[in-house]
């Protein structure tokens, strides 16, 4: 499995973005799929994941009610809607594909096998 991410870039704060992720392979729809962020000199953190069917989502508080995290599995692509974006949701943003699980499993970064390269977002103030 190949996962490649894009859609990151400079944008003001209180602007928007909408990543993309797009996974090879004819298994996607069969996974759940995360979004994880590293901010500048920070370790990589949970922000957002799906299920395989799209129909439980999941997000890390602080982005609760700015983000949203979608897949089309006809497209074998994941989503991730960022408003409102402040000066700390600055990073790289990783995709990264995993097995389905309880709610509680999506946020260890441990439990998900694929990852892609990363797209930089930078939201200045």
């Known amino acids: 499995v190949q996962l490649q991410a894009y859609g990151g870039g400079l944008v003001q704060a209180g602007g928007s973005l909408r990543l993309s992720c797009a996974a090879s392979g004819d298994t996607f729809s069969s996974y759940a799929m995360g979004w994880f962020r590293q901010p500048p000199g920070k370790e990589r953190e949970f922000v957002a994941a799906?299920?395989?069917?799209?129909?439980?989502?999941y997000y890390v508080d602080s982005v609760k009610g700015r983000f949203t995290i979608s897949r089309d599995n006809a497209k074998n692509t994941v989503y991730l809607r960022m408003n409102s974006l402040k000066p700390e949701d600055t990073a790289v943003y990783y995709c990264?594909?995993?097995?389905?699980?309880?709610?509680?499993?999506?946020?260890?970064?441990?439990?998900?096998?694929?990852w892609g390269q990363g797209t930089l977002v930078t939201v200045s103030s």
């Open positions: 799906i299920s395989w069917t799209g129909s439980s989502t």
């Open positions: 990264a594909q995993g097995p389905n699980g309880p709610g509680s499993y999506y946020p260890n970064q441990y439990n998900y096998d694929y």
